[in-house]
């Protein structure tokens, strides 16, 4: 366990080191935010059917993912693990006596951590600060507040697994241009980053109810502005701990298969 | 005036200072703190047309800066420079159709390709007319035996393959100077022959005057007459390569097989060693001739064969470096 | 022209050496994008318009940005991706070229797959046209292939500029995503839908509104002005100064290094 924890700090460390891309990262959120948020509020003014949502409501969620983009998003590769699969030095790692799957695991969440620590505080604190109705709201109540961040927490994990898996997966076709570029844009969009699940049509909800990536993030940040009650939150967040084990039960396996072609290709 | 002139050239980089711990990585995160470092420092040299020189120094001594500053890519902070009548990074257009540079790391062909293709393009952005064309591409073709790997993608060729195709790639618009940047890094030893071989060839019949950078000591043996040693900045040495050697290397080795046993001790014997056949000795010949010695020695005892070996030139070099503390 | 045409031709030839992966990634291409337009479709059956504009309306909007932009990733490709060119230190090559460099930036690199992108906007559209009942006459005709025009050069500008952040450093060159994607997202609906500092901003500092706002109003007879189908032509102007910053950004590297 200490391999792993000692392999997580010196990702979380380097991680920490790229601090022009996270001022980088602030300003593109903050845009975007903005944009985003200026559309909702254009559309909530020209009026609608069905909105599922109300727009403070959509407005704290829509900042919340700007906040925690970099934790909850799919679409920033690990270019160091798909290098290492595309060029075959994935043999290296073979060599090292601790489970390969963890370690890829923990680096991805230690990158993903520090990314996200740049960028959480400065969006947290001047989005709060905003006035009505641009600002981020405080969350339902103190114990939607708790379950939020119990939630969070598993939705990380999650997306950890996910964002592993992608690299799993390119073991097998070699190239994650295609496919698996494919799969990792649509695993963005249905895990509600670009357009709350809500605002999803009918049928696209029930598509996405029986998959793992609306679990990531739309869970939480529906659980902190209240759209989904606490006590309807239970069951959401059991399948969210299941879709965790799952994923990291398919990883291994898929990894131990993959591997396995690798090493008979010589690669 | 000579063909180049370069004078009193000088170039100062800002690196940022980097510091490891989780403290200092917050702390570079919001301010950072900067290096100066000088990488050319009142550097002047003049070269003929049609020589070849050897520039040589440690990794960072400010090689690699003073053939971007030569080339045009880089301007210096102070200093001046002519070359063929022109400053280089002022007339930029008009001066880089006179050189060709090889940078042996890094590729100017086409990856997925055939080599051919991209000599077809470099003819259109040098505007070469299509007999001269011909008649160079031909030649280049020949000369370093491209005929059958022209026409297959670059990634598919050898390192060494490669190399004389970059080579080529660099020569179609006759440069009168070529630049080579470690032309022969990492070649295996047929192929660098053949480089050398070309190189040589090209200057003897085109008069190409010929500037090489190169860690490999037989490169600059083989074909620069000529070297100019840097170090930190600076220019350490510019001179024949056979005034160094007749500087430097005065350690020699030799190996005498013989069944008497040897008791010698004068001025200029370094070492003197017994193995199973005779005495392994190390001389310096500033103190002591070899021909002094084997006149010493064969009135003392009867010897059954010998072996002079000089200096490796390249444990000469580490010598220099150590020397000039670079 | 010559260099250009034949630098892409090879650019091509190179994609096409690779098949398998260059169909599948344009089939991609085409899938991803369109849930960018179904994201649209999407809040449009919650929402009755926007700011008085109509589903196919922004539609419309989005695609022309939406060429512009992708047009620029396959013709432009090495303005796109200049960043590349600095840190493998290739763009030290092309300054060993007797030609002018914008131009080689413009033949290091292509992108045919992005394509796929150029193609669907066209057919978004087209279907867009055909559903908005468009009075049309040859002014209007004027007016859409402006805008066409003016999304393709103001990507470009944009692209040249970030790429001319490059010569000063290349990290944090994240930034330059809000006006290029940022500005992509903003621009695929009408800028009149935003705040006034906004509109401000994208009028004057970067054009998008001369691209699709002020023409699209005249072209969708919501305004009658002949100026404002014209005022793409503005953005031609705009590209000067891009250009000037690139060459200035050029000397700076230069004097100062990679």
Redesign the interface.
């Known amino acids: 366990m200490k391999a792993y924890y000692t392999y997580f700090k010196l990702k979380f460390i380097t991680g920490l080191q790229y601090r022009s891309a996270a001022w980088a990262g602030i300003s593109t959120q903050f845009f975007f935010g903005f944009v985003y948020i200026m559309v909702y509020i254009a559309f909530y003014e020209s009026g609608g059917k069905n909105i599922p949502m109300t727009l403070s409501e959509t407005i704290t969620y829509l900042w919340l993912n700007q906040a925690l983009l970099a934790l909850v998003n799919q679409f920033t590769r690990d270019e160091e693990l798909f290098k290492m699969v595309r060029e075959g030095t994935i043999s290296y790692e073979l060599a090292r006596p601790k489970n390969l799957y963890f370690m890829w695991f923990f680096k991805v969440l230690g990158q993903k951590l520090a990314a996200v620590t740049l960028r959480f505080f400065p969006l947290i604190i001047v989005t709060s600060l905003l006035p009505e109705p641009y600002g981020l709201g405080l969350p339902v109540s103190f114990i939607g507040f708790i379950v939020f961040l119990l939630s969070l927490t598993i939705g990380s994990l999650l997306v950890t697994a996910l964002t592993v898996l992608y690299p799993i997966v390119t073991l097998a076709t070699m190239s994650e241009k295609g496919i698996v570029n494919l799969m990792i844009t649509i695993a963005d969009i249905l895990s509600g980053i670009v357009v709350p699940i809500p605002f999803f049509p009918l049928f696209l909800q029930k598509i996405s109810s029986v998959l793992p990536f609306q679990y990531i993030s739309d869970l939480p940040f529906r659980i902190y502005v209240g759209n989904i009650q606490i006590n309807s939150c239970i069951l959401p967040i059991i399948i969210q701990f299941i879709w965790l084990i799952l994923l990291i039960v398919i990883g291994n396996l898929l990894m131990k298969k993959n591997l396995k072609r690798v090493v008979v290709q010589g690669g | 005036m000579s063909f180049i002139e370069v004078k009193q050239i000088s170039k100062t980089f800002r690196v940022a200072k980097k510091k490891s711990g989780l403290k200092e990585a917050f702390k570079s995160f919001l301010k950072r703190e900067y290096l100066d470092i000088k990488a050319v420092d009142d550097i002047s040299f003049s070269i003929e047309k049609g020589e070849i020189v050897g520039y040589i120094g440690p990794n960072g001594a400010g090689k690699s800066t003073t053939i971007k500053i030569l080339s045009g890519i880089l301007n210096p902070d102070s200093g001046e420079c002519k070359i063929a009548g022109m400053t280089p990074w002022k007339e930029r257009v008009k001066y880089v159709k006179k050189i060709g540079v090889v940078f042996g790391q890094k590729s100017q062909l086409w990856w997925d390709i055939p080599a051919e293709d991209t000599f077809d393009l470099l003819r259109d952005i040098y505007e070469i007319p299509e007999e001269e064309y011909l008649s160079t591409k031909n030649d280049l073709i020949e000369k370093l035996n491209l005929k059958d790997i022209i026409n297959i993608p670059v990634r598919q060729l050898s390192l060494g393959q490669r190399m004389r195709c970059e080579i080529a790639a660099s020569l179609l618009h006759s440069p009168e100077i070529l630049f080579l940047d470690e032309p022969t890094i990492g070649l295996d030893a047929v192929s660098k022959q053949l480089v050398r071989d070309f190189i040589k060839k090209l200057n003897k019949e085109k008069q190409t005057t010929i500037i090489l950078t190169t860690h490999d000591m037989s490169d600059i043996t083989t074909l620069a007459k000529r070297i100019i040693l840097i170090g930190k900045g600076k220019v350490l040495y510019d001179g024949s390569l056979k005034k160094l050697k007749n500087m430097y290397e005065t350690e020699t080795y030799i190996s005498i097989k013989t069944k008497d046993s040897l008791n010698i001790k004068k001025k200029g014997i370094i070492s003197k060693k017994k193995n199973k056949e005779g005495y392994d000795l190390v001389i310096n010949t500033k103190l002591i001739s070899i021909s002094e010695l084997l006149t010493v020695l064969s009135h003392r005892i009867s010897i059954e064969d010998i072996e002079i070996l000089e200096e490796p030139i390249d444990k000469m070099i580490v010598r220099l470096y150590e020397d000039y503390q670079i | 022209m010559?260099?250009y045409f034949?630098?892409l031709a090879?650019h091509l030839?190179?994609?096409l050496?690779?098949r398998v992966?260059f169909i599948?990634?344009f089939?991609?291409q085409i899938?991803?994008f369109f849930?960018y337009y179904f994201?649209i479709i999407?809040?449009f059956?919650?929402?009755?318009?926007?700011?008085?504009f109509t589903m196919y309306e922004v539609l419309l909007c989005f695609s022309i940005i939406q060429f512009g932009f992708s047009m620029n990733e396959v013709f432009a490709r090495g303005v796109d991706r200049f960043d590349r060119l600095i840190i493998?230190?290739?763009f030290?090559?092309l300054?060993?070229?007797?030609?002018n460099i914008i131009l080689?930036v413009l033949c290091s690199d292509g992108d045919f797959v992005k394509s796929a992108r150029v193609i669907q906007a066209i057919i978004v559209m087209i279907v867009a046209l055909l559903h908005l009942h468009i009075e049309w006459n040859i002014m209007r005709v004027i007016t859409l292939l402006l805008m066409l025009l003016s999304a393709c050069i103001i990507f470009f500008g944009i692209f040249l500029l970030a790429a001319s952040y490059c010569f000063y450093?290349v990290?944090?060159?994240?930034?330059r995503?809000?006006f290029t994607d940022?500005g992509k997202?903003?621009a695929q609906?009408p800028i009149g839908?935003?705040?006034k500092g906004?509109v401000l901003f994208f009028t004057f500092i970067i054009p998008y509104a001369f691209v699709n706002y002020y023409p699209l109003l005249y072209f969708l007879g919501k305004k009658d002005t002949i100026i404002y189908g014209l005022s793409p032509l503005l953005v031609i102007i705009y590209l000067l100064p891009c250009i000037i910053v690139f060459h200035l950004g050029m000397k700076r590297y230069?004097?100062?290094?990679s």
């Open positions: 010559k260099i034949k630098s090879m030839k190179g994609e050496e690779y992966n599948l990634s089939l991609s899938l991803v849930t994201i999407a809040l059956a919650k929402f009755d318009n926007i700011k008085g493998r230190g290739d030290d090559r300054l060993l070229r007797p030609r080689q450093t990290q944090g060159l994240e930034v995503n809000v940022g997202h903003m609906y839908v935003f705040s906004f230069s004097s100062v290094g």
